[in-house]
């Protein structure tokens, strides 16, 4: 994008945020923020990498250090209305009843842009995506440091996103300035985003918040997004909706129908693969009828798609560690609520989706 890029020479650093040092942290990353430096930061959904999102060269470092294509749009992290007042042209009536119902929390929203945000941020858009998220963290982080936050994931680009710091530490290790280690995302997969710039409101992702719950609050809404295809041409109009993203570097194969006949098929394709001499980890939410092995992570219970999300990129991040080759998903949840976020995060994730 033009931008000077700046090595970093030395390992990140790392702040275990307690209830006795939560200000001094808070306060010395601020300064990383303002002075253009990358933090990665918790929030309830995921970790995300911010910086100053007014700030080209701070944005610019997020998209070297991620491996992010440049026309993949951030979402911009506010900690009050009078910040994103700053960065959009207009709040619509919509807009307002969506913040008042679901802010601070796992709810982007996609509004007109002013100019004050730059075109790298936007990903050229004439937009802009932004959020208030309910992590007590990153929005004092926002608040002290004085800056909306260009924040996404905090993981190379189109891997499985880091819900602890330890999975951001994996991933980008001396190429950002700090992490602020707060636990674990209660929630585990990203935002949901609503597009509000248009005539008609439309989902461009599924997130923790659902299409049903939105509607409640401003009528019919239309679904924008793919769960199967990924866009290799046209504008990106919210991030998730172009590339690879999720995957592991184990080839995964997600296996969809009844529970009881995807654990079947499941049992039936590992035996093949390893008797053909592959290693193979298993990403299921039940043991029954499962083969005996190590290579195995529960996702939790099916009927639980909260507990679900929040554990699907930590199996997918530990069945790569222990050095699968294949990964056999079970994908028999509902694509109601929550589930729809985690079937499609799995879909994305996946080099083959089988359909019983």
Same mark, same amino acid.
């Given at each position: 994008?033009?931008?000077?890029?700046?090595?970093?020479?030395?390992?990140?650093?790392?702040?275990?945020?307690?209830?006795?040092?939560?200000?001094?942290?808070?306060?010395?990353?601020?300064?990383?923020?303002?002075?253009?430096?990358?933090?990665?930061?918790?929030?309830?959904?995921?970790?995300?990498?911010?910086?100053?999102?007014?700030?080209?060269?701070?944005?610019?470092?997020?998209?070297?250090?991620?491996?992010?294509?440049? @026309?993949?749009?951030?979402?911009?992290?506010?900690? $009050?209305?009078?910040?994103?007042?700053?960065?959009?042209?207009?709040?619509?009536?919509?807009?307002? $009843?969506?913040?008042?119902?679901?802010?601070?929390?796992?709810?982007?929203?996609?509004?007109?842009?002013?100019?004050?945000?730059?075109?790298?941020?936007?990903?050229?858009?004439?937009?802009?995506?932004?959020?208030?998220?309910?992590?007590?963290?990153?929005?004092?982080?926002?608040?002290?440091?004085?800056?909306?936050?260009?924040?996404?994931?905090?993981?190379?680009?189109?891997?499985?996103?880091?819900?602890?710091?330890?999975?951001?530490?994996?991933?980008?290790?001396?190429?950002?300035?700090?992490?602020? @280690?707060?636990?674990?995302?209660?929630?585990?997969?990203? $935002?949901?985003?609503? @597009?509000?710039?248009?005539?008609?409101?439309?989902?461009?992702?599924?997130?923790?918040?659902?299409?049903?719950?939105?509607?409640?609050?401003?009528?019919?809404?239309?679904?924008?997004?793919?769960?199967?295809?990924?866009?290799?041409?046209?504008?990106?109009?919210?991030?998730?909706?172009?590339?690879?993203?999720?995957?592991?570097?184990?080839?995964?194969?997600?296996?969809?129908?009844?529970?009881?006949?995807?654990?079947?098929?499941?049992?039936?394709?590992?035996?093949?693969?390893?008797?053909?001499?592959?290693?193979?980890?298993?990403?299921?939410?039940?043991?029954?009828?499962?083969?005996?092995?190590?290579?195995?992570?529960?996702?939790?219970?099916?009927?639980?798609?909260?507990?679900?999300?929040?554990?699907?990129?930590?199996?997918?991040?530990?069945? @790569?560690?222990?050095?699968?080759?294949?990964?056999?998903?079970?994908?028999?949840?509902?694509?109601?609520?929550?589930?729809?976020?985690?079937?499609?995060?799995?879909?994305?994730?996946?080099?083959?989706?089988?359909?019983?």
């Amino acid at each position: 994008m033009g931008f000077e890029i700046r090595e970093m020479n030395k390992p990140t650093k790392v702040f275990k945020i307690t209830h006795y040092n939560f200000s001094d942290v808070i306060c010395e990353c601020a300064q990383i923020i303002q002075k253009g430096g990358t933090v990665a930061i918790p929030t309830e959904t995921v970790y995300g990498l911010a910086a100053n999102a007014l700030d080209p060269a701070a944005v610019d470092s997020i998209f070297y250090a991620k491996g992010r294509p440049a @026309d993949n749009p951030l979402i911009v992290h506010v900690s $009050s209305l009078g910040q994103l007042e700053q960065l959009v042209l207009d709040i619509p009536s919509k807009a307002l $009843s969506l913040i008042e119902t679901f802010w601070p929390g796992p709810l982007t929203i996609i509004l007109k842009r002013a100019d004050i945000v730059p075109d790298i941020t936007t990903g050229g858009l004439d937009t802009v995506a932004v959020r208030m998220p309910a992590n007590q963290v990153a929005q004092e982080l926002i608040r002290v440091s004085g800056r909306p936050l260009a924040a996404p994931s905090a993981n190379i680009s189109g891997r499985p996103s880091p819900t602890t710091a330890s999975h951001v530490i994996h991933d980008l290790d001396g190429k950002i300035d700090a992490v602020i @280690d707060a636990g674990t995302a209660t929630i585990g997969v990203e $935002s949901t985003v609503i @597009d509000l710039s248009r005539e008609k409101p439309a989902i461009l992702r599924p997130g923790y918040i659902s299409a049903k719950n939105i509607e409640k609050i401003i009528g019919e809404v239309e679904i924008g997004y793919s769960d199967h295809i990924t866009e290799v041409e046209g504008v990106v109009r919210s991030p998730g909706m172009k590339y690879t993203h999720y995957s592991p570097n184990a080839i995964v194969l997600l296996v969809e129908g009844t529970h009881d006949i995807v654990l079947n098929k499941i049992y039936e394709m590992y035996n093949d693969f390893t008797c053909r001499g592959a290693r193979v980890g298993l990403l299921v939410t039940n043991n029954d009828f499962l083969p005996p092995t190590n290579d195995i992570f529960y996702l939790g219970n099916k009927d639980k798609p909260e507990e679900v999300a929040k554990n699907l990129f930590k199996g997918l991040r530990f069945l @790569d560690e222990v050095g699968v080759t294949i990964i056999l998903a079970d994908g028999s949840f509902s694509n109601e609520g929550v589930g729809a976020a985690v079937m499609n995060r799995l879909r994305k994730a996946s080099e083959m989706v089988i359909r019983l």
